[in-house]
């Protein structure tokens, strides 16, 4: 080893990174912000993490937005000759390749409300950070407040952070550094593959020109018939915002959402419909706020005394509802559906989910993975407190089993998503659609479905499964230790804790 004098030891570059996660848009960007008034050279990164991939709830169809949501960065960046640096590496080894060869002042970031998995590399960020002395800020994400003491005020915290002013950058100022190439090759990591990089047409595309495309048509037009097609399983394609996936991979913050709402709201006709679709970005907020707060939600009952409610596991009847054939037409055209575009409706949701842990009485965590793959708006924070809601273990929301026919009856009343999605029964006509099942033999023929044999027979009685739950269900909802996590659950999660609320 060579004495070196402090001279000698080559100075590095002083710089800042700007890492996008769940935030993938320029505009109302505060970690973007803060970045540019440091009057230092700023590096954009975004990193393919393997470790995320492989989590069960990874499925290609996000990775293919986020891809597509970083081209559209990528394009507005085109023209100032800057970049943003898409790794597919350990976030770990990139900061620590990034550290040997830049003095990195900062790293600026928003907070993620994600699974066990980010939040464990989280962990390992912050420890990096500690040693390296660099100093990570993060900013909040939309209305979730971390280590938030009380839900006290919280519903005046959050109209008032939707009211901020947003947090624009000027891009003309942008300070934004390349690095040497040879050294971002060597780092960079795997190609991504051809499913990632490839478009999808049957999905939502991602990327912040396509949000705010999706707000503008909801806001101008598409809102007229929000409140009356929001559950329909067909027309809540075109007559709900579709916001959804935009909003959980952050190609718009929540506070521009609402402020183009509000502005909206004068002069809109149909002012109920805005002031509903207002309620729902709370809701979005409200639910990843009690994931924030608690997170073991990924996989344990919020309400632990469901723990001794016992649900054997089926595997043939978990594989019917996976795989669409259940013999429910409406279950099983939703599934479908879900395979090939990743939406359907909150209603929909509802519904699959009550069929599988209802009907079906499965454990919620034996679907709760393959849901979150399906979803292309997966949101941890929705996704888990929604799915102990609709499961009826929060001891504290009213528990609804759906009924499956006369959901069917009243949402798809021409049979369009069903025969959309079950070719298969595309004869039936619409008052057989519903339960094929009765179907004399004669009809079976004359609308050439063979029941059993081109489409199931329902694999539950829907009547008797349903009572059977219902009987346990609201026989736990009653005892003692339900009602004792119930109100440890309403003091944690509610502002108004004696006034139990159905979200
Ligand atoms: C079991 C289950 C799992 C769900 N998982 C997710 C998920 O992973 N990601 C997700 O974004 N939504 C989830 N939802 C909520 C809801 O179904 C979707 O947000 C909604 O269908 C998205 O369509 P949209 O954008 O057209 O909604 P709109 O009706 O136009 O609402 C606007 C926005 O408000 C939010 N929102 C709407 N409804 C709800 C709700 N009930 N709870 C919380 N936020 C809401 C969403 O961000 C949505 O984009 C889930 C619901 C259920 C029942």
């Given at each position: ?54 989590y069960p709830d990874s499925d ?54 994600g699974n066990k998995i ?169 639910f990843?706020?009690?994931f924030?707060?608690?997170c073991r939600m990924e996989f344990e009952n919020v309400?632990?005394?469901y723990?001794?409610?016992?649900k054997?596991k089926?595997?043939?009847?978990i594989?019917?509802w996976q ?15 879900l ?10 949701r509802a519904?699959v989910v009550s069929?599988v842990v209802?009907?079906?009485?499965q454990d919620w965590r034996e679907i709760k993975y393959f849901l979150a793959k399906l979803f292309?708006?997966y949101e941890p924070g929705i996704h888990y407190p929604q799915l102990q809601m609709q499961s009826?273990v ?110």
């Amino acid at each position: 080893m060579t004495d070196q004098t402090a001279s000698e030891i080559p100075t590095l570059q002083d710089i800042v990174i700007v890492w996008f996660k769940r935030d993938l848009r320029f505009t109302d960007h505060e970690p973007l912000y803060v970045a540019q008034q440091q009057n230092l050279p700023i590096l954009l990164i975004y990193c393919f993490e393997p470790t995320v991939m492989d989590y069960p709830d990874s499925d290609v169809r996000h990775w293919r937005f986020v891809y597509q949501s970083l081209q559209d960065m990528q394009s507005k960046l085109d023209g100032l000759n800057a970049k943003i640096y898409i790794f597919h590496n350990h976030i770990t080894t990139v900061f620590q390749s990034l550290s040997e060869k830049y003095n990195i002042k900062n790293i600026y970031s928003h907070q993620e409300i994600g699974n066990k998995i980010t939040y464990d590399r989280d962990l390992d960020i912050q420890k990096f950070c500690l040693e390296k002395q660099i100093e990570w800020i993060e900013y909040q994400h939309n209305g979730v407040i971390r280590r938030l003491k009380s839900r006290k005020n919280w519903e005046q915290r959050w109209t008032q952070k939707m009211e901020e002013y947003p947090k624009i950058v000027n891009e003309t100022q942008w300070n934004l550094m390349n690095l040497d190439d040879a050294f971002f090759q060597d780092l960079k990591g795997p190609e991504l593959s051809i499913q990632i990089t490839s478009n999808e047409p049957a999905f939502q595309p991602g990327g912040e020109t396509n949000a705010w495309k999706y707000l503008q048509s909801f806001l101008i037009e598409r809102n007229v018939n929000y409140s009356k097609h929001i559950s329909k399983p067909q027309l809540s394609r075109k007559g709900c915002s579709r916001l959804s996936p935009y909003l959980a991979y952050g190609n718009i913050s929540m506070r521009m959402v609402y402020q183009y709402t509000m502005q909206h709201y004068k002069t809109a006709s149909n002012k109920r419909a805005l002031s509903n679709f207002v309620s729902r970005l709370y809701w979005h907020c409200h639910f990843m706020q009690k994931f924030e707060d608690e997170c073991r939600m990924e996989f344990e009952n919020v309400n632990r005394a469901y723990d001794s409610m016992v649900k054997t596991k089926n595997e043939a009847y978990i594989t019917a509802w996976q795989t669409g054939t259940t013999g429910v037409p409406i279950v099983d055209a939703c599934i479908r559906c879900l395979h090939t575009t990743g939406y359907i409706n909150f209603r929909m949701r509802a519904l699959v989910v009550s069929f599988v842990v209802f009907n079906l009485w499965q454990d919620w965590r034996e679907i709760k993975y393959f849901l979150a793959k399906l979803f292309l708006d997966y949101e941890p924070g929705i996704h888990y407190p929604q799915l102990q809601m609709q499961s009826g273990v929060t001891g504290v929301n009213t528990i609804r089993i759906y009924n499956p026919i006369k959901n069917a009856q009243e949402h798809d009343v021409e049979g369009i998503f069903i025969k959309t999605w079950i070719p298969e029964l595309k004869n039936v006509p619409t008052p057989l659609l519903y339960e094929p099942w009765k179907m004399t033999s004669i009809e079976q023929e004359m609308y050439k479905v063979i029941i059993g044999k081109d489409y199931p027979a329902p694999i539950v009685d829907i009547d008797e499964s349903r009572k059977a739950a219902s009987d346990i269900v609201w026989a736990f909802q009653k005892t003692k230790a339900v009602k004792v996590e119930g109100d440890r659950i309403l003091q944690k999660h509610v502002n108004n804790p004696s006034r139990p609320r159905n979200s």
